[in-house]
């Protein structure tokens, strides 16, 4: 049976095996996340009342803490957690967490795991699986003020602290294209950490990029001038002297070793344990795409870490598998796909998920290899088959960085985003090694005609289906305030499991805002707003430009054609041709754009529709004579 587990590091959860509840922000979530903050310890009743509260407890904030706390274990009642999970101990109250039931207690561990990995690649490894264990800003669906004042900036502090180690890890390796796209997006989110700007303009200049790393230092230089009135560090200036004397970096100028040894010295002084960690007696007094490498012994793989190799196309990227939090619907796939992983038959061939972009194919796929955990003591893992710009992956170098089994027995591959069958080949196991997963916007169906197995095509969510997601992601409470709208909601999202996830996301970070608001907000441009300002891959039309100019040119014109046409692209006079032809529009059916086809119509997805129909200037009403070469 799985152990129900709490997520910490972002949304406040509730999780088992197959689902994550999130919390909504109410009293017991504020006093929850108070103790697990301080799992292990004993926290008080004062500190306790000003988590809840604030400055403003209750006149008889003691009882009504008390009350608080009946409240939080009816909520564990119902997800069959244990009522002394929270203990009343002299003076509050105390909550033992290990990491098997609390994310923040698996960080800690794993960070000090990286303090023993044997080599550095190994030790990026990990620091990886730990900073994947963050989904989110941590505390967001929490209320309480003094909770985000005071312990919220310390928990961000962790995650910056190994985010900047692995960086200077990856730094001294040479991987200064991957620590671009580490660091980018965090040293314009947190200027006031120098060697985050440093970290960048080192990777620019290393990668032959002098001009941006300039343009870089002259921004610094002026933030740090207009904001504190300060020049910048010596670090910096001693990067700025090397890159304009043109210097050869073949390791970083002098301050990466040093900031390993600092990064080593802070290490040390992280908790050894949930419950060893240094703090006052009370907390009262507190102040505030996975390597190559297998994980030490101590640290198997848990969580989904992601981490990018050179390779001559696209970077390999290797993870380890997680649950999907709040996974919904997909019943009858999940199950099957569930036996079919499971199943002891030496004839089983890949399986192959299918789909339109944002349909929900990777969800499944993980899902469904967490569920068959026990079939794969080899591991499980996903390669990512595309980089980031949609550039295949070289199979040979994805197979080349898979850890080595040894002989650890069968392994589970989850081949995400397949271009083609002959990509996926090469590193399709052995019935001895294991089973594949592939998830491909296209029906690869010449994979399935030479290697067998079967084939799921997702279509969108049912009606019901998309309801359900909203309920476990939103809560049964908020949704029931506002059941029509939900089901407004999940229309104008198309019924796309990444466009409901963005639309519960937003309403989660915004507990006063309505959900027929948000439904009504969203649908006034509509494909545009299904995104996340602080996620950029968390975006509708960012997935669907993606996928469209993965295609050729002249498929994508047979695409805006058909978006701009109200039925199945053909004229109602039978004596004219189809403004698209058959194979052409099979195609399109295979790269995952139109669905159904012969005998029955094809149709587009409304919310593709609405984006080619919205975003593109339709082309002129001829005729495609010619098959366009497969994108």
């Keep these: 049976m799985n152990r129900m587990r709490f997520q910490l590091l972002g949304l406040l959860s509730i999780a088992d095996g197959e689902h994550a509840a999130v919390l909504q922000p109410s009293k017991p979530t504020s006093l929850l996340a108070a103790l697990l903050i301080h799992s292990g310890a004993a926290v008080s009743t004062d500190y306790l009342v000003r988590a809840v ?19 939080l274990r009816r909520i564990f009642a119902k997800y069959g957690i244990a009522n002394d999970t929270i203990e009343a101990v002299p003076g509050g109250y105390r909550m033992r967490m290990d990491h098997e039931t609390l994310d923040l207690v698996r960080f800690r561990e794993l960070v000090r795991t990286a303090d023993s990995a044997g080599d550095a690649e190994a030790e990026s490894y990990v620091l990886r699986e730990a900073l994947a264990l963050w989904h989110g800003p941590v505390l967001a669906n929490v209320s309480s003020e003094m909770l985000h004042r005071d312990e919220a900036p310390r928990l961000t502090e962790e995650r910056l602290r190994v985010l900047e180690r692995l960086c200077d890890i990856e730094l001294a390796r ?25 970290q960048l303009i080192e990777a620019l200049y290393r990668t032959g990029r002098q001009t941006e790393a300039l343009a870089q230092i002259r921004s610094v230089k002026e933030r740090l001038k207009d904001e504190f009135g300060i020049d910048p560090g010596a670090p910096l200036q001693r990067l700025e002297l090397a890159i304009l004397r043109g210097e050869v970096l073949d390791s970083p100028p002098g301050h990466t070793r040093l900031a390993i040894e600092a990064g080593a010295s802070a290490r040390a002084a992280l908790p050894s ?6 703090r006052p007696a009370s907390p009262d007094a507190l102040d505030s795409a996975p390597a190559s490498a297998p994980l030490p012994p101590s640290a198997p793989p848990a ?14 990227t290797i993870a380890t598998v997680a649950p999907v939090p709040c996974f919904t619907g ?10 079919g992983l499971m199943a002891d038959d030496p004839h089983t061939g890949p399986v192959v ?12 796929a993980l899902q469904a290899a967490h569920l068959a955990q026990e079939a794969f003591p080899g591991g499980r893992f996903t390669i990512v088959m595309t980089g980031t710009d949609g550039s295949p992956l070289d199979a040979a170098d994805a197979r080349a960085q898979l850890p080595p089994s040894n002989g650890a027995g069968r392994r589970l591959l989850i081949l995400d985003d397949a271009v083609s069958a002959e990509q996926v080949r090469p590193l399709l196991p052995t019935a001895a090694e294991g089973v594949a997963v592939v998830t491909s916007r296209r029906g690869l169906a010449g994979l399935v005609a030479t290697h067998g197995g079967v084939v799921h095509r997702l279509d969108t969510l049912a009606e019901d289906e998309s309801y359900q997601l909203l309920i476990s992601t939103l809560g049964a409470e908020r949704v029931a305030e506002e059941p029509e709208a939900a089901r407004e909601l999940a229309r104008i999202c198309g019924h796309f499991p990444l ?35 602080d996620e950029p891959l968390m975006s509708v039309p960012r997935v669907f430009e993606a996928a469209l100019q993965r295609l050729s040119p002249e498929l994508r014109q047979a695409f805006l054609l058909l978006a701009m046409e109200h039925e199945d692209a053909r004229t109602t006079d039978p004596a004219m041709p189809p403004v698209v032809p058959d194979e052409v529009l099979e195609q399109l059916a295979d ?14 997805h409304e919310l593709l529709k609405v984006y080619a129909r919205q975003h593109a200037t339709a082309p002129p009403r001829t005729r495609l004579v010619t098959a366009p070469t497969p994108g």
Excluded: M, N
């Design 591 to 604: 790269a995952g754009f139109i669905e159904e086809g012969p005998p029955k119509p094809y149709r587009i």
């Design 353 to 364: 998920i299918s789909g339109a972009p944002g349909i929900g194919k990777t969800a499944l």
């Design 330 to 339: 997909r019943a009858t796939q999940l199950t099957s796909i569930q036996r």
């Design 174 to 198: 040479g991987r200064c294209r991957e620590v671009l796209a580490e660091v980018w997006d965090v040293a314009r989110r947190h200027p006031e950490r120098e060697r985050f700007s440093e």
């Design 303 to 316: 969580q989904a870490a992601r981490v990018s190799l050179p390779t001559q196309t696209a970077p390999v």
């Design 53 to 71: 509260w604030d400055t403003e407890p209750p006149a008889t904030a003691r009882a009504a803490l008390q009350s608080c706390v009946l409240r």
């Design 499 to 533: 466009g409901l996830r963005i639309a519960a996301a937003r309403l989660l970070t915004r507990p006063g805002l309505g959900i027929g608001d948000c439904a009504a907000w969203l649908a006034a441009d509509l494909p545009a707003r299904l995104s996340l300002a």
């Design 273 to 278: 344990s949930a419950a060893d960690e240094p």
